[in-house]
């Protein structure tokens, strides 16, 4: 009963098999491979579009070297005030964009509300230097809280975003959990939408560490490749993240793998929704599921071996906690079994 | 018949099973799991003492971290003339330190000359502001040109460096390869020669992607968890990493590797010094192999499908090019098959 | 009727014949001459301490490189969510701490509330590296919006700062100001209080270009000369700024000056209260006024060449815009002449 | 007499003049005064065309943020190997570039030698990542070592630079003293030899603090301002240095002063030439001078209150330093006088 977080799994299979693969002969490194080209193409074909792919080690390096590629000096990111580049990455995109601000933008449960936006960036007057220079606006999808952007949503971003020449960038870390609970295709929850750079994550949903910042503009890419090594998020042997993605990405094992989690996360907002012990503090789809337990509930889900970790109400929530209560998260992945969710119900019926 | 980098190589069998096997199952992230806990131990052992080790993604993070652990502002790291951090890194070890200088110091084939090193710091007088404050000496080990440093030579400069509170480092990306060529131990290699901080390489001698910086005195890490997250090297699942290194250096494989490698150099430079068409431009140890051919000759390698690299003269070194010669490097590794080697012999005798 | 800002003052006439003076002959750059020690001492006698004092160009680089001297990997700098530092420094704290995140504080009118600093303290959970970690707490006095901390809120601040190891830093570009608005020593106000380090500016109140970081250990400022000088903040002719500081702190010059200037902004707050087409947003003290227009009296103002800006409602302010009605901030200064106040104060009678 | 450096010197009484003059009155901060505007003009008069000219504080500053404004990631300026922002700038051009790598080019006499120039830049092969990427040529004229470079040294220089795409940057610390040495237009000296950028500097000759970023097509600007205020060097009574460049810049008084320097400079050259005790190292033209003295002489002119610096014996340098000679530098300035010239020539002869 782990659902302390997604990347608590290990690695699929198919992962597996592929690096072992791969792993015989003599191939080009830094990315100058055939595999590598192979899953240049393949990224191609998903996206139907040329796009510029690159392959770096962490979802950090993917956000924080995004950013770097379309900073301006004074560079101010738009982001939700709860989101990952904020919260969670110990600086590295302040870091990687040599003093770069995470402007924060409100908006309920992880999303960025346009309006609010709008609002924010209305403060920074063309010309007025001191106050830094917008350069982009980010989004998480899904989001960190468990929640997707509708497309109407990231349009009317887009809008805002590409109005002011800004750069528009969704952090996937979870992207095929969005593409899988959505049965939108890449192409329309990413380009077509507006967003000009992803970061597509693989490791959270079977990899073991592959991640890609992908380019739908491959002018833009231009400088990158000197913004990564310098960045030390060139591998030699990149084979190895060729050799996961490539696995990944055949016959949509990336979606099947992700529609799993995302149907493990199901069965279990729907034993939650059945407990009287225990109830969603808000509606989420995707992985992650966030749950409002009786104390002694979560005490006895823990001492059976359940794990998972509590969490701070986020901005915007119209859950309350009542007095003996806690919020936890809770994450599904690939590797969840439905045993493990059923238990789980059977301990908050 | 490939001879162009060591990186060219896959990953050994016994680290794709490992991969496989830990591929199962939940663990913590971030370096919390057994595994990882498990891998810190097998360190301590083979230091012979208790040391802190974190993994990374690229040598190039393990040096450019490694520098930042030991910055000051106005910091200059004192370095060969053509090591990796200054040649090879695009930057890296100046963007992670926040604007270090690499300072060149001369030396005969790859190696810094202590009395060089001596005089290069002699010209920062104590108080002088406008030309910065050394704060690191590093050395490749073995060296980008082939060549070892003697354990005298590593202890001089080592004095040099703690005469001036300077911290040394030692970029290990061929680490095994230098103690397979000497039978060193890694302690004496390294802490008692006087290494604060080891940059420990394992991707070019057989696995996919694990590199560490290794602390010899972990009071001077306590900083490095924020420098790593901060450099967005760390890694979620690094069981991945944990996977790789528990079976690169159980029962000695990585050694074993290394020796290989070597031993199929030694055969390399045998072949070459039977040749009347070729002949080492210096002598090397380790798996690299610098050699001087006949230009025809070097042509017709290569139709028969040799891949190696042209190279330029190093400072310092005594051979001359011929007019119809050029300088190329040889690069062998744990995968180089003998009859490969042979074939290359045969071709240039 | 100019009330565009302090900065828009010049140099009072004492600080001219102090540049004249010191214009002639020779004397060591770069801080050693007797000129500048003099200042060095000046500074002790003021502090009733032993300070280290380093004098700096802009109010900016006295904030940004103060956070540099003690900043963290990860470094998080509480500020107030209005703070010069986050609102008109275009990224300069971030850019010169390599990335330092200002995480904003709420509190009433610019001034960070004790309370909320608590628990914005309490979201970093020790050794949770992801988030970064806390490594000074800043604020303004007088404020950006021309309220003033008294000395129990100080204390209160400086004693959760000092609790977690955080530096406590004072940004005085109106130091002056607060002084002479409390009656409070320069001691009293700062180190007495728990305040480290001090942003100490003159430019406004009467210098041309005359900014200082003093250390009230200095111990802690050992690395400071380096990252000035790396910061591009070493003058050569450090005379210049020594004699701007020499004549500034004669005979209470510079509290005389700011006594003037609070003086004229009491002047225009009475005319204020005293008209019925305008009225205080709220209680200032120092030199700043906000007022609350009726916008035909704002235009009529202009039209006689008044100068001031509009100004946004900041967080917590409890005045309410009504629908004719603008904010505006009126800015004194050592020069502000009585007659312009009263041609102010007789224009919205 | 004082010969140890042009910064030793204070502030011509025209400065003091205009500084006093200017200091009456409100005017607009922030570079938007009138005075600002007419300086603007001064400088497109002076060079003969429209250029965008920003004031900055320090030499280094305009060194370091002109790099900042045409870097690219992993960028490199090839610079002469004892250049000033090498040497004496604790590494600001690094750190303002977010690393940057000067990278050393030969050449006798603090000159860069085309050949060696072009030979430099050929190591760096296109989309060979891991060099990183040339963005810039940097020179100083008058050098450091007393030296000019010819028109068509920069001429030669120039075409190499733009060949490859490279800004090139003068850095004219001393621009004003090469200017009366060659009686070369600014502009000549500039953009019509191919200069895009220069370091316009003149504290050390007159002025007190009056350094700036003159860009000779304004439209590579637009990012400045940004850059500026970012790097700190933003002022806000830009008055106070726009007075100091009006005062400069008017009747050629920057021209006449550099030219009474030179003159100094000739004069000191005239009477080490009379002496049997010491010698000029090199040739030199400008305002600094080396001599080669013989050690009692050295220690006779400092006990009568000479002031000069040893110096090391620079690259290229044919001079020899016999057993009881030392090397030292020489510096006249604005305000050097013949008295105190004439009796450093009669001491040593």
Redo the contacts between chains.
Sequence with gaps: M?F??D???????A???A??T?????????GASELDKAVERRFNEIFEREVAVFF??????AN??SF?AVN?????VMCHREAHV?????????????????A?VDGALGRIDADHLRHELA?FRPGF?????PMAVTISQASEVGTLYGLDEISAIAAIAHEQDLAFHMDGARFANALAATNLSPADMTWRAGIDILSFGA??NGC??AEAVVFFDPDKAR?F???R?????????T???AAQFMAYLENGLWLELAAHANAMADRLRAGIDASSHARQAWETRSNEVFAILERPTAEALRAEGA?FYDW?MPHGSTGRLGENEQLVRLVTSW?TEAADVDRFGSLIA
Tied chains: 1, 2, 3, 4.
């Excluded at 791969?22 to 830094?30: C, I, L, Q």
């Excluded at 770096?56 to 390096?61: D, M, P």
């Excluded at 600086?91 to 601000?101: D, K, L």
């Design positions: 782990i302390a977080s990347n608590w799994s290990g690695a699929h299979p992962i597996s098999t690096l072992s791969h792993g015989a002969g003599m191939a080009a490194a830094y770096v080690g962490t979802g950090t390096a924080s070297l770097a301006r000096p004074g560079g101010v904020v919260e969670d990455e110990c600086g590295a995109p302040e870091f990687f964009t040599h003093g770069a601000r995470m924060p403060r230097i001191h106050a830094g220079q490791t959270k073991w560490c400088q490749p000197y913004i090594k310098r960045g030390a998020q060139l591998f030699s042997k084979r190895f993240m794990m701070n590797s």
